[in-house]
């Protein structure tokens, strides 16, 4: 007995066949996406930036291992880092150098003062770019769609210094110093107009660098008026020293309060375990690790991989890589252009918060915690 098969049958299974093919052949081909990374890496707060590079390490190298496809490819993510080096005008050549480049997206930068005029080149380009670190309320004023930031800004964490001081500490002259960047000044100011309000004398207010080491002068001008406590506008690298000239000059039993780039592990470090450290009183603009809601298992993950590198800003690194990622997720692409959009419509459960965005990029419910020094390590106060 014999039969034949219908060709138009045959024709349709071998089209069927082919398309099928085509599309595991297309679900299987590779796309290469760049997620960068721009901080200081060099210079004296190069163990910050190094901290926030490894959170976004961390979080690529966890979204790669879940083997992705987007707009029907496998998607593998690649870390572009740049240094930055804390400049102002490095920044801005990082930023071109990334456009150029056709990143599609950048977590960065880490301070205001460079954050700011990167901010501009990543709009011009069309990049979206979220800052874990920066808190110059001013990066919001331009409204650029490209800016986001993961943290708290200025407004909060000077202002909550300032109430803590007076309403818990019951403080009442206070002096400012501050490095003359945009986020030391920045901070300064809050502090001070908000220790104003409270009725807080402000009796000195003295300026450094960023890369100053020497605080003598300002702090004998200042130690003369007797405050309460001092606020510093600036960064780790030269609380440290601060801290110390403090204790030589008997200004051990100040106060000394300060934003977010001076609350980090390597503070002991940099003061050379000073005395005065243990009046320090410090603000973040996030919850603390161990009541963030995926802290303590993700700083297992992050120890293990980077054994005692950990400073402040890591996990919001972390979630920015996430959140750059989940809009392209939703998107379905991986182009700036498609996704950009679907990163102000975020609501995305990180290991720092429950992650959503107002129109300006602002957090919609940013956390703010103080911070403290016991036994030469970090303590939260709330």
Not at 76 to 84: M, N
Not at 114 to 133: D, R
Request: aromatic share 8%; hydrophobic share 40%.
């Amino acid at each position: 007995m014999s039969s034949s098969f219908p060709l138009n049958a045959l024709s349709c299974i071998t089209a069927a066949v082919l398309a099928l093919a085509a599309s595991m052949a297309q679900a299987q081909e590779l796309q290469t996406v760049k997620i960068a990374h721009a901080g200081p890496t060099s210079g004296g707060i190069a163990h910050i930036g190094k901290d926030t590079e490894n959170g976004v390490h961390l979080a690529i190298d966890e979204l790669n291992a879940q083997n992705l496809v987007i707009g029907g490819k496998k998607i593998k993510f690649e870390l572009v880092a740049e240094d930055d080096a804390g400049d102002p005008r490095q920044a801005t050549a990082v930023a071109q150098k990334l456009c150029d480049s056709k990143v599609a997206g950048v977590v960065g930068h880490l301070q205001s003062g460079t954050t700011i005029p990167a901010s501009t080149v990543y709009n011009k380009c069309g990049i979206p770019h979220i800052t874990a670190s920066a808190t110059n309320p001013d990066l919001a004023k331009p409204g650029y769609k490209t800016s986001f930031r993961l943290i708290a800004n200025d407004n909060a964490l000077g202002a909550a210094l300032a109430i803590y001081a007076h309403d818990a500490l019951k403080l009442k002259r206070v002096a400012i110093i501050d490095d003359r960047t945009a986020y030391g000044q920045g901070v300064a100011d809050v502090f001070k107009a908000t220790a104003k309000q409270k009725g807080m004398e402000v009796v000195g207010e003295e300026f450094t660098s960023d890369k100053a080491t020497d605080f003598m002068a300002i702090l004998t001008s200042i130690k003369s008026k007797k405050p309460d406590a001092i606020f510093f506008g600036g960064l780790d690298a030269q609380a440290g020293p601060m801290l110390r000239q403090m204790e030589q000059l008997g200004l051990s039993n100040v106060k000394f309060f300060g934003g977010d780039a001076l609350c980090t592990e390597k503070l002991p470090e940099l003061s050379s375990k000073a005395g005065a450290l243990k009046n320090v009183v410090c603000a973040t603009g996030g919850a603390s690790l161990q009541k963030m809601q995926g802290g303590a298992e993700w700083k297992k993950r992050y120890d293990a991989k980077f054994p005692g590198q950990f400073q402040i800003y890591s996990p919001y690194a972390y979630d920015a890589t996430f959140v750059l990622v989940d809009a392209m997720k939703r998107a379905n692409s991986t182009d700036p252009k498609a996704y950009l959009p679907f990163i102000g419509k975020t609501q995305f459960k990180g290991v720092t918060a429950n992650i959503a965005f107002t129109s300006q990029g602002e957090l919609t419910k940013p956390a703010v915690t103080l911070y403290t020094y016991k036994n030469n390590a970090r303590a939260a106060l709330n």
